[in-house]
C-alpha cells in the first residue's frame, strides 16, 4: 500500500526520524488497516521509506528510508545480525543478559528482544511488528550464539488495548520454566520473564549500578523502589555496611530477597521493607551515606507531565533529607515527556525547598545496549543524576523562603 504525505510534511522523515504523525498524511484509504506494510511517498510522489501503518497518533513507524521487503527473512536478519554484532563490539555478550533490540536505537521501531542466558523475550510495541513476530523468530535463531534454546513473546503488555485482547504471551520457539538465574558483572539474580515488570528485569541500569557499586564500600545505603533489588545486591557484593531496600509490590520484595541470598556472603546487613516509598522516606529517620531513587514512569503522556513533575520534587525533597552531610543521591526519571532539563530543574526546585549545598557529580543515562538514535531523541528516555548534598545551610533557606514579610 501507497500513502502519501502532505506538502512540506517531510522534513522530518527526510532527517531520518522514524516516526509520521497522522497528521502529516494525505487521505488514509479506508481499507488501511493496523499493521499494513506502506511504502511512504512525499506530496510529489518521491519515495520515503517502507514501514508499518497505524490509526493512532504514530500513524507510521518507518524501519526503512528506502524500498524494502519486510516480509523477506533476510531483512529481519540483516537488521537482528547488525544489533547482534553492536553488542558483541561492546562485550556485552559476554554479560548473562542484555538487551539485543532497543527500538529506535536499532533501526526497528515497535521491537524490543532482551536475552537472559539462552532464552530471548521479546516485546512488541506496534501491531505491525506483532504480525511479524513468527518471522524475527526465525531470524534470531540464525543470528545469535550460542544458540538460543527458548523465545518468549510477551507482547500482550506493549500492544494497544484493542488488539491485545486477542493476543497471549507464549513461546515461539522451544520452552522454559519462566526463569533463570544470570549474572551482571559477577553479581547473580533471579530473572523471572513470565510474571516480572516488561521483560523480567531493568536492564537499562546496569552501568549506574556499577557506578554505585564503586562507591559504596563500608557506606549506609537506602534503595528505594528497589524491585527486585539491582542496586542493592550491587551494593551489599561492594561491601556496603548496611542496605535497605523499599519496595510497595511484595512479590517483587519476595524476589529481591532471593536475589540478596544468591549473592552472599556479603559483610553488610540487608533488610527489605514492604511499603510505599515515598512514605517511607518521609517516616523514617534513619540518614544514609546513599539513597537510590529509581521510581516508574510518573508520566507516559504530555497531558499528566505536570503532575509527575510535581510528585519528582517531593519524591527528591523527601529523599534528600536522609541523605546524611557529605552523602550522594542516585536520582532518576524514566518518564519520556519529561526531558533532562525539566528533571534537573525539578531536582533543583526540591534541593531548594530542603535548603542544602547540592552539587552534580554525574549525568547518568541507559546503558549501551539501550542505543538512542540521533534523529530520534525521544529514545533518550532515562535520566539520572549522581548529587553530593551539603549539611543543612542557612542561608539556602532564607533564600527560597524570600523576603521577610
Not at 20 to 38: C, K, R
Not at 59 to 68: C, N, P, Q, T, V
Not at 127 to 153: F, K, N, S, T
Not at 263 to 269: I, K, L, Q
Request: proline letters at 4%; hydrophobic letters at 40%; charged letters at 20%.
Amino acid at each position: 500500500m501507497k500513502l502519501f504525505l502532505k506538502p512540506g510534511k517531510e522534513a522530518s522523515v527526510r532527517r531520518f526520524h522514524p516516526w509520521i504523525f497522522s497528521g502529516a498524511l494525505q487521505d488514509i484509504p479506508p481499507e488501511a488497516a493496523d499493521g499494513d506494510i506502506v511504502e511512504v511517498f512525499d506530496s510529489r510522489g518521491r519515495l520515503l521509506g517502507t514501514g508499518h501503518f497505524h490509526r493512532g497518533n504514530i500513524a507510521i513507524r518507518l524501519l526503512s528510508f528506502e524500498s524494502a521487503d519486510l516480509n523477506a527473512p533476510a531483512f529481519w536478519e540483516q537488521k537482528l545480525r547488525s544489533a547482534f554484532a553492536l553488542r558483541q563490539q561492546l562485550g556485552l555478550t559476554r554479560q548473562g543478559a542484555y538487551r539485543l533490540v532497543h527500538g529506535e536505537g536499532d533501526e526497528l521501531s515497535g521491537l524490543v528482544v532482551d536475552l537472559y542466558g539462552r532464552v530471548a523475550v521479546m516485546q512488541c510495541h506496534s501491531i505491525g511488528m506483532h504480525r511479524q513476530r513468527e518471522r524475527i523468530a526465525q531470524a534470531l535463531c540464525r543470528v545469535v550464539e550460542p544458540p538460543l534454546e527458548a523465545i518468549y513473546d510477551k507482547s500482550r503488555e506493549t500492544l494497544p488495548e484493542n488488539y491485545a485482547q486477542g493476543v497471549s504471551n507464549g513461546y515461539l520457539v522451544g520452552s522454559a520454566s519462566g526463569s533463570a538465574i544470570v549474572s551482571e558483572n559477577g553479581v547473580h539474580f533471579r530473572i523471572n520473564w513470565e510474571s516480572g515488570q516488561k521483560t523480567g528485569f531493568f536492564l537499562d541500569q546496569r552501568d549506574n549500578r556499577q557506578l554505585l557499586a564503586s562507591l559504596c564500600s563500608q557506606k549506609r545505603v537506602l534503595n528505594a523502589f528497589a524491585y527486585t533489588g539491582g542496586f542493592s545486591c550491587y551494593a551489599l557484593r561492594a561491601g556496603a555496611a548496611l542496605v535497605h531496600s523499599v519496595d510497595i509490590s511484595a512479590k517483587a520484595v519476595a524476589l529481591l530477597e532471593e536475589n540478596a541470598a544468591l549473592n552472599r556472603p556479603f559483610v553488610g546487613e540487608h533488610q527489605a521493607f514492604t511499603a510505599d516509598a515515598l512514605t517511607f522516606l518521609k517516616k523514617t529517620a534513619q540518614q544514609y551515606d546513599i539513597v537510590v531513587v529509581d521510581p516508574p514512569a510518573f508520566a507516559k503522556s504530555l497531558s499528566k507531565r505536570h503532575n509527575a513533575v510535581q510528585a519528582y520534587k517531593r519524591l527528591n525533597a523527601a529523599a534528600m533529607q536522609r541523605v546524611a552531610p557529605g552523602g550522594l543521591l542516585f536520582t532518576f526519571s524514566c518518564s519520556q515527556v519529561v526531558g533532562r532539563e525539566l528533571f534537573e530543574h525539578t531536582v533543583a526546585a526540591a534541593a531548594l525547598e530542603v535548603g542544602r549545598p547540592t552539587r552534580v557529580l554525574y549525568r547518568l543515562s541507559q546503558g549501551a545496549d539501550h542505543p538512542t538514535n540521533l534523529y530520534h531523541p525521544e529514545g533518550a528516555y532515562l535520566k539520572g543524576l549522581v548529587l553530593q548534598l551539603g549539611g543543612a545551610d542557612e542561608a539556602y533557606r532564607r533564600r527560597n523562603a524570600g523576603p521577610p514579610s
